[in-house]
């Protein structure tokens, strides 16, 4: 049972065995649960994050750093695509400057699944890679952690540590081996995270694996290689980087989350809004609401894909340490579900709804749904992406934020609604039968949540604009 609680201005204390979560305006709103001790509830969070390092050109300098580390033979992963663009070829040409002995894997699959894992898993077994060298979008990224994880302890299954109650979620307790992850997108925030999603075929939904243990050793941000992503990429990966920064914003503080880990090695990757995650959050929202259509109509618009690459850097800082929440619970199913829908500019050899596109087709209705939980932080996360918030009410923050994105969203030619992907009102309990799984994020929604509220919310997803 959850009940709300205003705190006095002053319970908020980093690491404090206190409920509560300081707002703007000194008030404190949090949620907390009836009837458990206080003493028992979660009362720190933690920050993780890959090393990064961000410069045009700085691609040309992995070979040096996998030298550096002593590798002797490098496993490059990249997807069909990219093996024969620029990104690659300065990573290859790098490699062999500094006479690195490597390995390519180029069939990684856009948008990933447990078979294609697996493909990936298999070759790094076969192969005795000391270090590992991811250069692509989050696809690639993903699929190079899972590969590294599992060659790593060759006798696990799968679902070992993949998220409950999809798999057993057990800890990472070997140690992996050094990843370098070069990112060509302007989105996921991969290279920062120790997140990796894929598509599980069984369940017709995505899930994934998270752990601190498979974050990058070093994330390259290196925007000379968002010179070749193609206008849609840049627009899907672009609104990714917005749903990760307002899901963040608003996710439940991390004080609520439950009930504090017995061991602070169970402390989940995802722990609710906090302090530091908003920093990073805020400043995504802001060069988003900035760059974003630049970047998409002019690939030559160096400053604009530049500042997305890094805003898409701040919001993987960010929600890599709070986490996501209702978008993202429903976009897997959202994806896992596709039936005939293509994007122009991604790969044809099979449907997939692109994975930006499935967080962003719902998020004006998520956030109309969870504004009254904490209508604050709703308004300002429509003042940091450009919008006059000084007379909105809280009662009307999420229709506000809604109306927002969905300019937003038009202005970057998203297609007009869950319709659009070739769903209709019929598919919706599969929808939500693939969205309840998703326990590790839609937990951290800012109110509870139940299989109506899904359904309500995809149905008025059907059409948005
Ligand atoms: N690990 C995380 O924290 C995290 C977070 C969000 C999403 N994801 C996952 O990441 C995947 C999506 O990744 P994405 O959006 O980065 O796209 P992607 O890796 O799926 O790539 C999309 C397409 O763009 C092409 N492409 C990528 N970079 C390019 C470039 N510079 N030039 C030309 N073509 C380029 C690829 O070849 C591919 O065809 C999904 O599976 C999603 O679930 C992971
Ligand atoms: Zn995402």
Known sequence: MISLKIWPRNSLLFGQRILGNLTQNGTCLSYS????????????FEMACSNIRYGPGVTKEVGMDL???GAKKVCLMTDKNLIKLPPVKVAIESLERHKVNYKIYDTV???????SFKDAINFAKA??????????????????????????NPKADLLDYVNAPVGKALPVTH??????????????GSETTGVAIFDYLPLKAKTGIASRAIKPTLGIVDPDNLRTMPERVTAYSGLDVLCHAIESYTAIPYQNRGLRPANPNLRPAYQGSNPISDIWCRHALQMTSKYLKRAVYDSNDT??????HLASCYAGVGFGNSGVHLCHGMSYPISGLVKSFRSKDYSDDHPLVPHGLSVIITAPAVFNFTASACPERHIEAAQMLGGDTRKIKNADAGKYLGDLLRKIMLDVEIPDGLKALGYTSRDVPSLVKGTLPQHRVIKLAPKPTKEEDFADMLEKSMKIY
Request: aromatic share 6%; glycine share 8%; proline share 3%.
């Open 175 to 188: 140690t992996v081996k050094p990843l370098i992850a070069v990112t060509t997108t302007a989105g996921t």
């Open 109 to 115: 699959r856009v948008e990933p699944t447990d078979q």
């Open 33 to 44: 649960s009836t009837g458990s001790n206080s003493q028992d509830m979660e009362y720190a």
């Open 127 to 152: 192969n005795d890679f000391d270090a590992y060298l991811a250069v692509g979008g989050g696809s690639v990224l993903d699929t190079c952690k899972a590969a590294n994880l599992y060659a790593s």
């Open 303 to 308: 400053e604009a894909r530049s500042a997305m």
């Open 67 to 69: 030298q550096n580390l």
